[in-house]
């Protein structure tokens, strides 16, 4: 009934937001005098409020459509080199002869899509060459599709790095961390040619029980069943996916906010305080944020599941137990695959020391192969866009990647 509650709040709000949208258009209209008032700008401001509440967001595009190479404007290209029942394999071309280092960046799976790693992308482009993988929103996947689990995505990383071929560098940001640091254990011990030259691990929950957040704590606490009763919905009937059994995007959304509810009620705040003061550059940086942010998926019902008993309950891979399709995972078969992990001091998601640990299960990497960096100022979306990202990040993963390259 979850899934039906919520279309029924979003076809009953729909003429508000409507009445929103008129409001706002008026109050903004040029050739209304009382539009250039305080009074007109505060209705107007109000309205896009309201309206902005009540929308729903559908997927973002990039918008990547240059990137700079040796001082020029280079353009680029998305294009799909690979499409998966539940994954698109996205390449950003640029138009360049230069060949640099192929980095796969696996993009979370839970709950955002792929396009929350723009600013990561964009940081990347002048000097990698760009793949990402671009999750399917499981709604739109018919039940005939089968299913996906953690397995699954482990077996699409292998899958996406063979195709890449034996150069490429794989970049894990939060959640992936576990299934790509499996795929790679997995491909070590098979000794298969395509393994990755390195694997960054930023903001990944490699082992939650080191320093726990609230997130581990909330994972801990419930026995799986619980989750699976009360997170888990069915897909309805109007949508491709009907029947599939989902975590629906808009329960993940809601457990970020309720985290920090405080700084959103605030971001609103500020939001209307920039709108009648008319100060469009931050009002357009404010929509920008929330555009992305509020635009979420859903996640196959078996992944989330497993995910979740496997990472945040029984910590099976750094206790060397983790199994993938009945085969056990043995991260001690790393040993040429270079690591670097990145943490964000002020990560409320994943708690400090949780993406180090991975060094402690993956003893045979040589020393001259691993970095640790933690940047003290940033939360977990800091760890991979915004300034500290772009000035202090992202110099030290270009580094590290042409050392092991």
Request: glycine share 6%; net charge negative; with cysteine.
């Amino acid at each position: 009934m979850l899934y039906q509650m919520n279309e029924f709040k979003n076809m009953a709000s729909a003429p508000m937001r409507v009445m929103a949208d008129v409001i706002q258009e008026l109050y903004r209209h040029p050739m209304l005098p009382v539009s250039y008032t305080h009074f007109g700008r505060s209705i107007a401001a109000k309205a896009e409020i309201v309206s902005r509440a009540l929308r729903h967001y559908a997927r973002p595009d990039f918008r990547l459509p240059t990137t700079m190479i040796d001082g020029k404007v280079v353009d680029v290209e998305e294009e799909f080199v690979l499409s998966l029942r539940f994954c698109n394999l996205l390449h950003f071309k640029r138009d360049t002869d230069r060949k640099d280092p192929k980095v796969l960046i696996c993009a979370p799976m839970s709950g955002h899509y792929a396009t929350l790693l723009r600013g990561t992308v964009e940081e990347l482009l002048p000097n990698h060459d760009v793949y990402i993988t671009d999750w399917r929103n499981a709604r739109n996947i018919p039940l005939a599709g089968g299913e996906f689990t953690l397995d699954t995505y482990i077996d699409y990383v292998v899958n996406f790095m063979e195709m890449l071929g034996p150069d490429v560098h794989v970049l894990a940001v939060c959640q992936p961390g576990v299934p790509v640091m499996a795929a790679v254990a997995l491909m070590a011990e098979d000794k298969m040619h395509c393994k990755p030259r390195s694997m960054i691990l930023m903001g990944g929950p490699m082992d939650t029980r080191v320093n726990p957040t609230e997130v581990n704590k909330l994972a801990e606490e419930r026995p799986i069943e619980w989750f699976e009763k009360n997170m888990v919905s069915t897909v309805p009937a109007f949508y491709p996916g009907f029947m599939r059994k989902v975590y629906p995007g808009f329960m993940q959304l809601g457990s970020f906010i309720s985290m920090n509810l405080d700084r959103h009620q605030n971001a609103q705040r500020d939001m209307y305080q920039h709108l009648i003061e008319g100060d469009g550059d931050s009002a357009a940086a404010h929509r920008e944020f929330y555009d992305e942010y509020l635009a979420v998926m859903d996640l196959p019902a078996e992944f989330y599941l497993q995910t979740v008993e496997t990472v945040f309950q029984r910590h099976d891979l750094p206790k060397g137990e983790m199994m993938s399709e009945g085969r056990l995972v043995n991260t001690k078969a790393i040993n040429e695959t270079a690591l670097m992990t990145v943490e964000g001091g002020r990560d409320d998601i994943t708690g400090q020391g949780q993406t180090h640990a991975a060094h402690d299960f993956c003893p045979n990497i040589p020393e001259k192969k691993r970095v640790k960096f933690t940047e003290p100022n940033v939360g977990h979306y800091g760890v991979f866009n915004g300034k500290r990202w772009r000035d202090e990040i992202v110099p030290r993963i270009h580094k590290f990647i042409r050392d092991n390259a």
